[in-house]
T-cell receptor
């Protein structure tokens, strides 16, 4: 079955530590996204990528970094510069970024809950 | 700039009763509008979307929403609530420039009382 796989489901970060969240998709989608979800705040876009080796900052990119070395993979690193990392992180994908994508669905993974020790 | 406002962070209905979740949007251009559902500890699933065809949009699981330009609303309804409808629902708006420009609302948690 095609879909998006996020791992781990739960992750704990120590102060000063960088942690990486994995996101893999086998939908052959060009575009991938990372969202942060905080209670009562909805979803906020961290980074997005239209194509391999290219990515752009979203609305809340500070303290995060990404890479897109393969079409199917879009890992997110939460760096020590992110002072409030506790949140639910969602990865998503779509066929592409542009209007054609709107005629299709935005597919979501099942999320990673990151907490600070 | 675009935005969505979901009225009521928590809504409770009895099983079998009407479900009404409210969403009002703001957009400087004709919008695309979406409703997503999220079950606990899971990602979001698309319920339905409005992309400028019929103003009454039918989605999965018996949900539907009506686009009302004069009221800038896109409320989600279901005639009869089921226990399995208990989840969090998000309204979202796009200015048609792709998913990187989608703005999500703050969500409404639906509780269904037996």
């Amino acid at each position: 079955d095609g879909g998006i796989t996020q791992s781990p489901k739960y992750l704990f970060r120590k102060e000063g530590q960088n942690v990486t969240l994995s996101c893999e998709q086998n939908l052959n989608h060009d575009a991938m996204y990372w969202y942060r979800q905080d209670p009562g705040q909805g979803l906020r876009l961290i980074y997005y990528s239209q194509i391999v080796n290219d990515f752009q900052k979203g609305d809340i990119a500070e303290g995060y970094s990404v890479s897109r070395e393969k079409k199917e993979s879009f890992p997110l690193t939460v760096t020590s510069a992110q002072k409030n990392p506790t949140a639910f992180y969602l990865c998503a994908s779509s066929i592409d970024l542009w209007d054609r994508a709107i005629n299709e669905k935005l597919f979501f993974g099942s999320g990673t809950q990151l907490s600070v020790l | 700039a675009q935005s969505v406002t979901q009225l009521g962070s928590h809504v409770s209905v009895s099983e079998g009763a009407l479900v009404l979740l409210r969403c009002n949007y703001s957009s400087s251009v004709p919008p695309y509008l979406f409703w997503y559902v999220q079950y606990p500890n899971q990602g979001l699933q698309l319920l339905l979307k409005y992309t400028s065809a019929a103003t009454l949009v039918k989605g999965i699981n018996g949900f539907e929403a009506e686009f009302k330009k004069s009221e800038t609303s896109f409320h989600l309804t279901k005639p009869s609530a089921h226990m399995s409808d208990a989840a969090e629902y998000f309204c979202a708006v796009s200015d048609r420039r792709g998913y990187q420009k989608v703005t999500f609302g703050t969500g409404t948690k639906l509780q269904v009382i037996p």
